[in-house]
């Protein structure tokens, strides 16, 4: 007979924490699961058509669009459609590699080269996408005790970008020029400095007060980037955003911009000086890791870049249209915040207000971009609207009559006293 040994006991383990627990517990994704249960979804609403003045939408109705970024009204333009088309026969539709090993076209080079052209800068480095692009330029500054300045309301990406840097990330008052002196003025005097803003600020129209900003930068000897997704093709007499509009544009020390928005495609680059981008291409994730981007879309942005310099007049109707809106708010009792350019916000109040005021809209005929916390701060919320060059004055015309009633509907006494307050 064997002898019958007991089982070994293991020592007794804790559970893990579940590393996934932050998204599995997400209250953003909770409220938009809840959203879809209502039927009430300001978010991910599926199109149609392309993004035109007005715009077929997934539900089978055509609304004013006044929630797109095609400022320029290039994404559908016949030269800008068969730029794409030619170089998809050409190229195919990827060019299945990162930069810096096959996924570097003529077109690329050819973009690179018209972009550093449009900017009086030496050199210019293509991304596959705007956050890309700030990613590329901050994530490879500094050194450790070098420390980036970073508005507080600055793009996620510009954050996230510094933050993967071997700098100190701080952040200074939105719009501040006071904060950003006092922070400044406590730095090592030996630590480099990074100043960093949108030119536009994306989810209010707000501009960087710039001139001020690069006076701070050059008292401090500290460089400035300036991420001008939202003003390149809306601010400045050549369509090259705030800096320009600012006159201090050869005073920044690297622009970047998104594709998305008045280039009608989708990519990114950052505009600099030649050793910077050297820099960049040899040690920037998103030039030597990331996929290239499609030839396709290089080559429509290459053909709106070339439309926007040649047609100066779309700029003038976009900012024209810009004021028109912004009229027929005020006369209707919404008026939107202080801003510059394309991007219109009109406040709200509170998420639920928000939502409610974006679904009377819609169901209005109009559409536009809800924005609540966290991408402003709570109690803040918008609805962000934004037109084109080649919206027509009727269209914005019964377009901001339709948003003003739906804000009116929902905005509490408090919010329309603060809305007031800072028109």
Known sequence: MHDVRPVQQLPHRPARRDPFAPLLGSERAEMMRRHVREGLVTHSVPTGGAPQPVTVFDDGRARVNLGTNNYLGLAGDPQVVEAAISALRQYGTTAAGSRILNGTTRLHLTLEQELAEHYGTEDAVIVSSGVNANVAVLSTSCAPGDVLLVDAHAHASLHTAAAGSRGTVQRFTHNSTASLERRLSKLDPEAGAVVVVDGVYSMSGEAAPLAAIAGLCGRFSARLVVDEAHGLGVLGAGGRGAAEAAGVLDRVDAVTVAFSKSLASVGGAVMTSRAVADGIRGTAMPYIFSASGDPAAIA???????????????????????????????????????????????????????????????????????VGYPAVPRGRGVLRLAVMATHTEEQLRLAGELVAAAVRSVRTPEVTDLAEAVA
């Open 300 to 370: 429509a942005a290459l053909a709106s870049l070339r439309v926007l310099r040649r047609e100066p007049e779309r700029m003038e109707r976009l900012r024209a249209n810009g004021e028109l809106l912004r009229r027929v708010l005020t006369e209707h009792g919404a008026a939107p915040l202080p801003g510059r350019g394309a991007v219109i916000a009109v406040l709200t109040g509170d998420d639920e207000a928000t939502r409610a005021a974006w679904a009377a809209a819609h169901e209005a005929g109009v559409y536009t971009n809800a």
